[in-house]
């Protein structure tokens, strides 16, 4: 089933046009990658997925994406509840430095002043913990600030922050590019084992990320999707010259 499908969709930043007539549908709790050289327009697509591309001043967003059965650009749609719907996780950790780790995890909480019991936040920060796998390391530690952790931790940490207000949706951006590779490794065991309980879009420009975790890979190329397609035919039989150049190395 198609959790996401992209319509006709454009995108500027001013007067340059970034994305070029977008169509393409994303299956319900699969992962997709998004490859392509830097500048395609990867970052921006992503941006497009929960409405924050057009708040950069002078950002334009034409065409549709249906979230299920809704398209998010209809005017009666309230950009805020598509962005609860649909959580995103940035290339560098961005944790509230001034916040402890367990307020972090719940900050989506606090930020709509959305009053909980104390045991429906203990409930909300394990669970959420847990499904980023960082449970064990920091259960001890919910009280400190996250400059404690290391970099992959922190990112784990934004990891469960994210799936804290159970998102349908998980928009990664280039999650690893900032982590050391036990991290890397660590994080990309954690986004297949999410599978079973969100949809998710990883942007990534390591191809054999790419390989290792998604279903589905989409290629870009100047604005544009080139190729999409199961995971395995994308990197063993791309349809398009300009895809097997790119998986092959042949420009980057
Ligand atoms: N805030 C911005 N203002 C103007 N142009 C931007 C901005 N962010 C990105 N761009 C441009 O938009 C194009 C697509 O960028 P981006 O989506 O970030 O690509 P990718 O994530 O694939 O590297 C590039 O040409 C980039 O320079
Ligand atoms: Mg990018």
């Known amino acids: 089933m198609d959790k996401i499908r992209v319509e006709n969709l454009n995108a500027w930043f001013g007067s340059m046009q970034v994305l070029k007539n977008i169509n393409v549908s994303l299956k319900e ?6 490859i392509g050289p830097s500048g395609c327009g990867k970052t921006t697509l992503l941006r497009c997925f929960n409405r924050l591309h057009e708040l950069v001043p002078g950002a334009r967003v034409e065409g549709k994406i249906f979230l299920d059965n809704t398209n998010i650009y209809e005017k009666e749609v ?12 940035f290339q560098r950790p961005n944790l509230f430095n001034h916040m402890s780790i367990y307020d972090n995890v719940i900050a989506g909480y606090l930020l709509n002043n959305t009053k909980l019991s104390k045991e429906r936040k203990d409930e909300i920060v394990e669970r959420s913990l847990r499904l980023a796998g960082i449970w064990e390391e920091v259960k001890n530690r919910l009280r400190d600030y996250p400059s404690a952790l290391s970099g ?8 469960a922050r994210a799936l804290a207000v159970e998102p349908e949706v998980l928009l990664m ?7 050391d590779p036990i991290s890397t490794y660590r994080i990309e065991e954690t986004i297949r084992e999410l599978k079973e309980e969100v949809t998710i879009i990883i942007v990534t ?6 390989a290792r975790v998604s279903d589905e890979t989409i290629f870009m190329y ?16 791309p349809k398009q010259k300009l895809t097997e150049d790119y ?4 420009f980057g």
Do not use: W, Y
């Open 29 to 34: 709790k699969k992962i997709s990658a998004i």
């Open 78 to 89: 309230d950009p805020v509840m598509v962005r609860r719907r649909i959580g995103m996780v």
């Open 152 to 159: 992959g931790q922190q990112q784990r940490v934004c990891i």
């Open 173 to 179: 951006d280039e999650p690893t590019s900032a982590l």
């Open 205 to 210: 420009h390591n191809m054999q990320q790419a």
């Open 222 to 237: 100047m604005g544009e999707i080139i190729e999409v397609g199961s995971t395995s035919q994308i990197f063993t039989n």
């Open 247 to 250: 998986i092959t190395g042949k």
